[in-house]
């Protein structure tokens, strides 16, 4: 085994299962297996490096090393031991029976780790017993502890009955309640969403599908549906309609005109109740005008609530006659108010229908950037909650404000030996982290708002810091001259998200003993604000005396300490920093284990902290121009080293790994080929010098293998990407020479210089390069040496002879790795620091760790940026938008200030007209950045009251074309008095207040375009938005969009006319809020990822069965540390809706992909490209389910979004308008059916070139409908097309060809007939014998198995005998595979699996 370094997979929180759904048809997706390294020999498929790579097993890391040895086994010890744990947690419910006053005993399933407040919880929901919110449980008269798991409770068991029993209220309890009647009362109203408080968030799915899928799914089709259904889409979603109108985006739903129960409900100006009233048990009292008009007191007391005899203006206490006590003050409004009761109930009856997504609330709050005008009702706890300093939620916590930092130190902890308990865990971290990303949101409003007085309150504005409910505030300005060396203001903004970088690298890493803070940042109107939990003590003391390890002058003084050494040393292998010494002001040698910068502080609760991680990776050389030093000729070339606005710039750590992942191979390679050499001349010891030189002349960055490279069949468009960087930098002949200089040609076309022929284009589906086996085919033996080669590097240093020492000593010292007998690479994050000095002993350390850092920034530019492009060539990553660009940049690890490169090396690329979406979609990408950076700037000289009006004067200046945009100042009739008293309490950072209305659009314009010349070094030659949207082909909706979600910006939903030349496109009104843009840590569920991951793996190998059993487990694992919403758990229900349907449990998949949709609305957002694609693919499910209008408006839906996020030119709206086309021709509507098949047709050229198979099919599928039109000639034509393009890419035999020939010899037939017919006719007049034509609709079996070929699912008919030689076939393959002898090529094989099922 080869001991790889990273034992512990530090990037897989980072990899974002969300991600791995982009990519289409079938090719496993590059990016799921990214990680996946060399396969090892031990058979198995086990790869030596990380515990979660190929699923087979192995989850824990305590069980990684045991399962590696014993190699075959399908599953082993590691995975039984933990699904065995999985079966304990979930298996064991049981049912008990409630019995609550008034109403009928109802069965409660209950699970035994069940808390008694879950039931608690579940009684308050439902439809019968909402209203209660104080009562006990009680099992033969004891009452039950809240907080008693049901498992500890005695007697307690299948069968029991629980009385529910009312208990006395307290004012908690009494505000408790008031606060769930108002929840109840406003649980169809969706302003809390638009509002964004409260983690609610829109959704719009049951719109479109008239309700709950669940129950329809069931139902036996009606015997004529296709006669009810009206097809034709509104005008603006016909393909060629150039409007884009934004108010479809949010369809009204009518369930949200609130069916009113009362007109007020609010605290009665007589609290607090005086103190003899409260002898008498009075708690609070409320004022209540009912739907009738009816105006009435009522008072809390600890009995229940009562009518009293108060008016507004005279206070009388006394009950009144009759007084209606009731515990529940839904009970007392029912007895008042026929009204109440009537509309109360139809309300609950409303609420407990709607799915429970649609109301549950998701773990981070989500901003909608459009909301209609709503009407401002009076709400007494939204009130109480403004005017009352809840900070937190004091009231249900005791001890008044939570102890964050005590919260989140605990939670991490907890023991994690085992599943139950790592579940328990995790389960813990997340919540707390939930809580605190919100409550951190909450102050850091406050704080900007100026709600919150500060620490330091005689400093001028931009030095103050905040303290608020335990959280420590600051903003990001350069206030002591801090980073005046590193770029003053620009280095502090980027300082706090750098630093949560290193808080989650390190937070994911999770090494017991070493803590970090929780930490929030949050962008609110142009602030930047991080929000930290506060280590105790840290308050009382100077920074000075508490910092015992690191340095907080940037490297002037620097101290150390050995348990801070020891406790980053456990993470310095998988962050890969290396420990190295720096010298301090006495010029002694100081040993660290992370930049200078981090600081360790121990905490007076004895925990060690570190904080201040914002070079926890390394320097970017790219953007850090330092004198005397040469970047490699890959870098120097795209025009690097570059300046930049500061000198924080950092590799991310999904590059890191990259760029190790890459030397591993080329480590491995190079043995191999050493071991290679030994063997053939045994005598004489050859080349092995010209080996090292040749490698440490070529900086790898011309690497032959990219991590994420994905081979495909097609080689001609990836050989066009890497025409520029082709760079032979050594001509010396020897063969182990010629392979580590392989150059980039190689990794994307077949070269035959010297005997390393990478054919990276094998078998035509897409594997990652990592798993190596182009080597083993190309060069005969090697595969032996390369076990060798194994065995060399296993144990440190053990080596077995000397010839192999050297051996690996010199694949060492060419990848740059720090140790000599096995492969470690780590990275200084202090070298290029200013003011940091190394001792002269470890110059050479230096010079290598220089060199080191050079290639990696040679690797992005010449590696990364070639790989992403060819990723978007052959459609393995489809950005259809700013954020999802975004991620596919980041997951390449590049940095979005490579933006302009990326767009400059698409512009140089053959191929590109082929990736014009993409070059739209980085090009508006550019322009609302370097339009939100002018944006903050703008917005800190604007004070509160101006702030609607600013915002819709940037945005005209921005996108209307409307030349002289006039900033309408606020009214001037509040100014005069109050402008002696405004001095005293400016805003941060305001100077003049009014400098903003003085901006011009042409002067926007020029400072967009100069920021994206000195930002990301790209030239945008436009003067105005009209020149811009005409010249790159943006959409002003698409803008607008990109630019709100960026800036926080919500507007008012309405059509906006940015083309008029008389008059400006928003007014102040239209600015309805400004949201803060948050970025937080996103807490794993671990055991879950890996469960999910092996159930793809086990997908992957066929075995659908044991897949679908894998990812419902970790559907479990995922509710139980998540709770019922989050991205993942998004996926994973994708996932599995996509498996129930290939199994053909289509009413299954249909639930589950709904569920996956409304989560996909809720947590992403409802406009998102993942949920533009669950509605695309629920569509499908339900067109299988019979329900083709329903199918119909999804698919309607999903474009209409489609075109407002991206616009109509994107290769993903070919498949949408091809489903959109197939449906139409499955219910008759032919010429629609061709508007769309024609469109996806054009699209398909364009995007995947005319000889494509998908063009092939589009052709296709033309055919048919012109058939079902009898226009043969037509039709003919277009399958003659098809036809050609199969013959010459899959030969004459192939099945597709023979098929789409004989549809041809058919269609010749059909017309000829027809001609004959006509002939006749002509002939004899009206007494023609006319011969019966056949016209047939299509059946519905036959679009659907179309539909499912076009989204990439092909079925195929196996009988359990088949699937048995299959499924041996397959593992036949893989063991074949990995002993490096499959010579047969795969694509012989009687079906390609990967290509039949796809893990979308």
Request: aromatic content about 6%.
């Amino acid at each position: 085994m080869v001991s790889k370094t990273d034992d512990i997979p530090a990037s897989v929180p980072n990899c974002n299962p969300v991600d791995l759904a982009e990519a289409g048809d079938g090719a496993q997706d590059s990016k799921a297996t990214s990680k996946t390294s060399l396969k090892e020999s031990c058979g198995c498929g086990h790869s030596a490096d990380t515990a979660m790579v190929n699923g087979d097993g192995a989850h824990g890391h305590t069980e990684e090393a045991e399962s590696k040895q014993d190699g075959n086994g399908e599953t082993d010890g590691g995975e039984e031991s933990n699904e065995q744990e999985v079966i304990v947690i979930q298996d064991t419910g049981f049912t008990v029976k409630i019995q609550a006053p008034g109403t009928e005993p109802f069965d409660l399933q209950v699970s035994p780790q069940e808390m008694v407040q879950e039931i608690h919880q579940v009684l308050m929901d439902r439809e019968d017993t909402c209203h209660r919110t104080c009562f006990s449980l009680q099992l033969d008269g004891n009452v039950l502890d809240n907080f008693a798991e049901l498992k500890s409770i005695e007697g307690l068991q299948e069968g029991s009955l629980l009385k529910v029993v009312e208990e006395p209220y307290t004012v908690r309890e009494a505000r408790i309640h008031v606060r769930h009647i108002r929840d109840l009362l406003k649980s169809l109203d969706p302003s809390d969403a638009y509002n964004g408080v409260d983690c609610n968030s829109l959704s719009f799915l049951s719109i479109f599908t008239d309700g709950d899928l669940g129950d329809s799914g069931k139902r036996k089709k009606k015997g004529n549906e296709l006669e009810q259904i009206d097809c034709t889409p509104p005008e603006h979603i016909l393909p060629g309609s150039k409007e884009r109108p934004l108010v479809p985006l949010q369809p009204q739903n009518k369930d949200w005109k609130p069916m009113q129960c009362l007109k007020v409900l609010t605290m009665s100006g007589w609290n607090p109740p005086p103190g003899n009233r409260k002898m008498h048990g009075d708690l609070m009292y409320l004022y209540i005008v009912t739907a009738e008009e009816r105006h009435v007191s009522v008072t809390a007391s600890t009995r229940g609530f009562y009518l009293n005899q108060s008016t507004t203006y005279t206070f009388n206490p006394k009950p009144a006659n009759p007084s209606f006590l009731s515990h529940s003050l839904v009970e007392l409004l029912s007895q008042i108010s026929p009204a109440f009761k009537k509309n109360f109930t139809a309300l609950q009856k409303k609420r407990v229908q709607r799915h429970p997504f649609e109301r549950i609330a998701t773990p981070f709050q989500v901003y909608s950037w459009t909301a209609p005008q709503v009407d401002h009702a009076m709400d007494c706890v939204r009130a109480e909650d403004a005017y009352t300093s809840r900070l937190g939620y004091e009231e249900h916590i005791p001890g008044q404000t939570r102890d964050w930092n005590e919260e989140l130190q605990t939670t991490r902890e907890l023991p994690r030996k085992n599943l139950p308990e790592r579940l328990l865990r995790e389960r813990a971290i997340f919540k707390v982290h939930s809580d605190f990303a919100a409550a951190a949101t909450r102050g850091a409003m406050a704080v900007i708002d100026g709600n919150v007085m500060a620490i330091n309150p005689g400093e001028e504005t931009r030095m103050q810091m905040f303290i608020w409910n335990n959280i420590f505030f600051s903003l990001g300005f350069d206030v002591r001259d801090h980073y005046r060396e590193l770029g003053g203001d620009a280095a502090a903004h980027a300082a706090p998200t750098n630093d949560l970088n290193g808080v989650r690298a390190y937070g994911a890493v999770d090494v017991e003993g070493l803590y970090t803070l929780g930490t929030v940042v949050v962008d609110y109107r142009g602030y930047r604000v991080t929000a930290q939990s506060i280590i105790p003590g840290i308050l009382e003391r100077e920074q000075e005396q508490s910092v015992i390890y690191g340095s907080i002058d940037f490297g002037k003084t620097v101290v150390s300490h050995s348990k801070y050494l020891d406790l980053l040393e456990k993470t310095s292998r998988p962050l890969k920093v290396q420990r190295h010494s720096v010298l301090n002001e006495k010029n002694e040698t100081v040993e660290l284990c992370s930049s200078v910068e981090c600081k360790g502080i121990i905490g007076n609760d004895g925990r060690h902290y570190i904080l201040d991680l914002l070079r926890t990776f390394p320097p970017d050389l790219n953007f850090l121009p330092v004198d005397g030093e040469e970047l490699p000729p890959e870098s120097q070339r795209q025009g690097f080293p570059r300046q930049h606005r500061h000198r924080l710039a950092c590799l991310r750590q999904e590059l890191i790994e990259a760029f190790v992942e890459h030397r591993y191979l080329l480590f491995m390679k190079m043995a191999a080929l050493q071991l290679m050499q030994q063997k053939a001349n045994k005598d004489t010891k050859t080349d092995t010098p010209a080996i090292t030189e040749a490698s440490e002349t070529t900086s790898e960055s011309n690497a032959d293998t990219a991590q994420t490279q994905t081979t495909e069949s097609d080689s001609s468009s990836a050989a066009e990407v890497s025409t520029d960087n082709t760079s032979q930098t050594d001509n010396s002949t020897s063969a182990a020479s010629q392979a580590v200089t392989d150059s980039e040609e190689n990794s994307s076309k077949p070269t035959t210089n010297g005997p390393l022929d990478l054919t990276t284009t094998q078998n035509g589906e897409c594997k990652s390069p990592l798993e190596g086996k182009e080597l083993e085919e190309s060069i005969p033996g090697l595969a032996q040496a390369k076990e060798l080669a194994e065995t060399l590097v296993a144990e440190d240093g053990s080596c077995i002879d000397p010839k192999s020492r050297e051996v690996v000593l010199n694949a060492c010292k060419a990848v740059g790795s720090i140790s000599n007998t096995s492969f470690d690479i780590r990275f200084n994050p202090d070298i290029f620091s200013p003011g940091v000095r190394f001792p002269d002993d470890s110059t050479d350390d230096v010079q290598k760790q220089k060199q080191l850092l050079k290639d990696a920034a040679a690797f992005l530019v010449s590696c990364q940026i070639p790989s992403l492009v060819k990723d978007c060539l052959d459609h393995s990553a489809l950005p259809m938008d700013g954020v999802t660009l975004t991620e596919a940049l980041h997951q390449r690890g590049i940095n979005v200030r490579y933006l302009g490169s990326v767009l400059e090396f698409v512009d140089k690329t053959p191929a590109k007209a082929q990736l014009e979406h993409f070059y739209r979609i980085g090009i508006s990408e550019l322009i609302t950045r370097c339009a939100k950076h002018i944006f903050k700037t703008y917005l800190q000289g604007v004070e509160l009251s101006a702030l609607s009006a600013a915002v819709s004067h940037f945005l005209n200046c921005f996108l209307s074309s409307f030349p002289d945009a006039v900033a309408h100042l606020p009214p001037d009739e509040l100014v005069s008095r109050r402008k002696s008293r405004k001095r005293r309490n400016r805003v941060p950072g305001g100077g003049d207040n009014t400098a903003w209305a003085s901006l011009t659009p042409s002067e926007l314009w020029k400072n967009i375009a100069s920021e994206a010349q000195s930002y990301y070094h790209f030239t945008i030659q436009c003067e105005s938005v009209d020149q811009v949207v005409e010249k790159y082909g943006l959409q002003k909706t698409t803008l607008l969009r990109e630019i709100s979600i960026k800036t926080g910006i919500q507007i008012l939903i309405k059509e906006y006319n940015f083309d008029s030349r008389h008059k400006p496109a928003f007014t102040e009104e239209d600015i309805l809020n400004i949201f803060p843009v948050v970025k937080h840590v996103n807490p794993k569920a671990s055991d879950a990822f890996h469960f999910f991951q092996s159930g793809q793996a086990k997908v992957q190998q066929g075995f659908l069965k044991e897949g679908c059993e894998l990812i419902n487990e970790a559907l479990n694992l995922f509710n139980n540390v998540y709770g019922a919403m989050h991205v993942e758990i998004c996926a994973c229900l994708r996932l599995l809706a996509r498996l129930n349907y290939i199994m053909g449990d289509h009413p299954e998949a249909l639930s589950n992909q709904q569920k996956a949709v409304l989560m996909s609305e809720r947590v992403l957002g409802i406009e998102h490209p993942n949920t533009i694609q669950e509605y695309m693919h629920l569509a499908l499910y339900c067109f299988a389910n019979g329900q083709l209008s329903t199918a119909l408006k999804l698919l309607y839906r999903a474009r209409y979004l489609m075109l407002l996020v991206s616009g109509e030119d994107h290769p993903e709206m070919a498949l949408l308008d091809s489903n959109i086309g197939l449906v139409l021709h499955g219910v008759m509507e032919y010429d629609l059916s061709l508007r769309f098949l024609e469109n996806a047709l054009t699209i398909n050229t364009k995007y995947h070139g005319p000889r494509s198979l998908k063009v092939a099919l589009s052709h296709h599928l033309v055919a048919r409908v012109y058939e079902s039109k009898a226009e043969f000639r037509s039709a003919l034509q277009h399958e003659k097309e098809g036809y050609t393009i199969y013959k010459n890419q899959m030969g004459e035999a192939h099945e597709k060809t023979k098929e789409s020939s004989e549809y041809l010899k058919y269609l010749t037939q059909q017309a000829v007939a027809l001609q004959r017919t006509m002939n006749e006719i002509y002939k004899n007049g009206s007494n023609a014998s006319i011969m019966p034509l056949k016209f047939t609709a299509p059946s519905m079996a036959s679009v659907l198995e179309q539909l499912n070929i076009i989204n990439g699912i092909i079925f195929i008919p196996l009988s359990q005998k088949d699937l048995e030689n299959l499924k041996a076939e397959v593992q036949r393959r893989q063991q074949l595979q990995e002993l490096g002898k499959s010579e047969e090529p795969i694509e012989d094989s009687p079906l390609e699996l990967e290509d039949k099922i796809p893990i979308d």
